[in-house]
């Protein structure tokens, strides 16, 4: 299983369109066994769904993220999950396997237009 989590200085970041890098983390049997940090391709609408797709996720771990592009991932059959918390990837990666990740509302839901979410 692979979990990938969109970065700004190393902890999870709001702008899924629009991060800096993304941790790719397998988890066998419940537990880490590697993680990789790499730049995504330039933001185009459709290329990270794709991106991710060819990396081999299974889990996108986000903390906003526009309707398009949680349709886009799940039609190439990786599972979202908004509204993640601000942390370091193991930590949300560790808590979604514990089924004790807290997770909010999409941050990308919400009336206001100023901030990016990739739509």
């Not at 989590?5 to 537990?31: M, R």
């Not at 599972?79 to 941050?107: D, F, H, I, Q, W």
């Amino acid at each position: 299983m692979k979990f990938a989590i969109p970065l700004a200085n190393g902890k999870l970041t709001a702008h899924f369109g629009h991060c800096q890098e993304f941790a790719l983390i397998d988890v066998e049997k419940n537990e880490i066994k590697n993680k990789q940090v790499l730049v995504p391709p330039p933001h185009e609408p459709g290329v990270l769904p794709k991106w991710l797709n060819q990396q081999g996720a299974n889990v996108v771990i986000a903390g906003g993220m526009g309707p398009r592009a949680i349709e886009l991932l799940n039609q190439a059959g990786i599972k979202v999950v908004t509204g993640a918390p601000v942390e370091m990837p193991e930590t949300l990666v560790r808590n979604y396997l514990n089924n004790s990740l807290s997770v909010g509302n999409n941050l990308c839901d919400g009336g206001d237009h100023n901030h990016q979410c990739g739509h």
